[in-house]
């Protein structure tokens, strides 16, 4: 496949937001920028929500265009959609800082082939003189974090765009991910997901509150929707590719994640889906679809 690019197209989306706070680190001739946008610095929240689009494309390796249109999400990758999610939007890469581990995602993760097994398995790599990341904390990459990162991508030049998971730029990135999280349940049931054409998807926004984390997990199990345009099907899998296939569904994230003890790792992976899944298999024609759409923005109480 074609070199896209992605980490230089992404460097010149993040070098673009002309917010935040700013620091750079020269480390053996290689530099490195780091951009507060909202870990130690406070961001006017009439930026927050162009800030967060821009993140949120950046994320996406700049394949995936990110609309708030009334109180929804809506996502559309026209081109290399596996790419954009499994390649870079979805936070695979643990980078660690001051001995915490906080979750990276863009295309930097191509260069370093974080995760091998996914990177490897979509097929696609390329080389750049420059590296792009964006992390999800509450600590600020410090000068020896960039190092590692500089080693591991092989680049001359890094930037890295923070922002912590409870702002309203990290709402706006989590619901971005509404086509991701429906593509990597595909990867997860097996399908062969490099036949996935193009995408789009849309989710609607839950209020900002401390429940944030919960209420947006919500939103996408519950009322998110994912459509593919797929060179060949397999239908046998269209019902397990929705939240609904799963033996906790119905229940609110919150008390899904109580359950769980706190812990990701432990909660039931089948929830991890978008409500509704809709397929048009351009190689037969057929469509296909699966999921319902819960008008309830509180699933905890029922439909």
Wanted: some cysteine.
């Amino acid at each position: 496949m074609e070199n896209l690019n992605l980490n230089k197209r992404t460097y010149r989306i993040l070098q673009g937001i002309g917010e935040g706070e700013t620091t750079e680190f020269s480390i053996n001739n290689k530099k490195a920028t780091v951009i507060d946008l909202g870990v130690g610095v406070k961001i006017d929240d009439g930026l927050s929500k162009e800030i967060g689009i821009s993140v949120a494309e950046a994320t996406m390796g700049s394949l995936g265009k990110v609309k708030i249109e009334g109180d929804r999400v809506n996502v559309e990758i026209p081109e290399h959609p596996v790419i954009a999610t499994l390649c870079c939007q979805l936070a695979g890469w643990s980078v660690e800082i001051e001995g915490k581990k906080k979750l990276g995602s863009g295309p930097a993760r191509i260069l370093a082939n974080k995760p091998r097994e996914i990177i490897d398995g979509v097929g696609y790599h390329e080389s750049s003189e420059r590296s792009s990341l964006i992390l999800e904390t509450d600590i600020l990459p410090n000068k020896k974090t960039c190092e590692k990162i500089l080693e591991d991508t092989k680049s001359n030049e890094l930037i890295i765009a923070a922002f912590r998971d409870d702002t309203i730029i990290g709402l706006i990135n989590v619901l971005a991910r509404i086509v991701e999280v429906g593509i990597f349940r595909l990867y997860n049931l097996g399908y062969d997901v490099n036949r996935i054409v193009s995408a789009k998807g849309n989710v609607p926004i839950p209020p900002f509150t401390r429940e944030m984390m919960f209420t947006s997990n919500d939103a996408i199990i519950y009322q998110g929707t994912v459509s593919l345009k797929v060179n060949g099907w397999d239908s046998e899998i269209t019902e397990k590719a929705v939240s609904k296939s799963s033996m906790v569904y119905g229940k609110s994230f919150k008390e899904i994640f109580q359950e769980a003890g706190g812990n990701f790792y432990r909660i039931d992976p089948e929830i991890f889906a978008p409500a509704r899944l809709n397929v048009t298999d351009l190689r037969g024609g057929k469509e296909y679809s699966a999921g319902v759409l819960r008008r309830n923005k509180n699933p905890e109480h029922g439909p």
